[in-house]
């Protein structure tokens, strides 16, 4: 399985940018899609996740209320909607795949990687 994530930039505080990670290859093989960031001298951190199941969510609470993360499984794509975005939320931001079923939060549960798209938010 490749991922390919994009839909990176350079926003304004409180603004607003959609990252896309689609699937390539064996795309049978995973099931939960995850986005983690990490910034600048900091841990990679996760930041939301959906089931290829039953297309439930998880989100910690630093992004919740603010970041969507939907699927178009025909697509093979995910999206991650960011809005009122925040210069915190600056990183490389990174989308996974599982196969395991169960929604994953954690990066070790984590099978395939893409290569990560920059979001730099400026206040």
């Known amino acids: 399985v490749q991922l390919q994530a994009s839909g990176g930039g350079l926003v304004q505080s409180g603004g607003s940018l959609r990252l896309s990670c689609r699937a390539s290859?064996?795309?049978?093989?995973?099931?939960?899609v995850g986005w983690f960031r990490q910034a600048p001298g900091k841990e990679r951190e996760f930041v939301a996740a959906i089931s290829g199941d039953d297309g439930s969510t998880r989100y910690p609470d630093s992004v919740k209320g603010r970041f969507t993360i939907s699927r178009e499984k025909a697509e093979n794509t995910v999206y991650l909607r960011m809005n009122s975005l925040q210069p915190e939320d600056t990183g490389v931001y990174y989308c996974a795949a599982s196969r395991f079923r169960a929604v994953q939060t954690m990066g070790d549960g984590y099978h395939y990687w893409g290569q990560g798209t920059q979001v730099t938010v400026s206040s």
């Open positions: 290859g064996r795309t049978f093989r995973y099931n939960t």
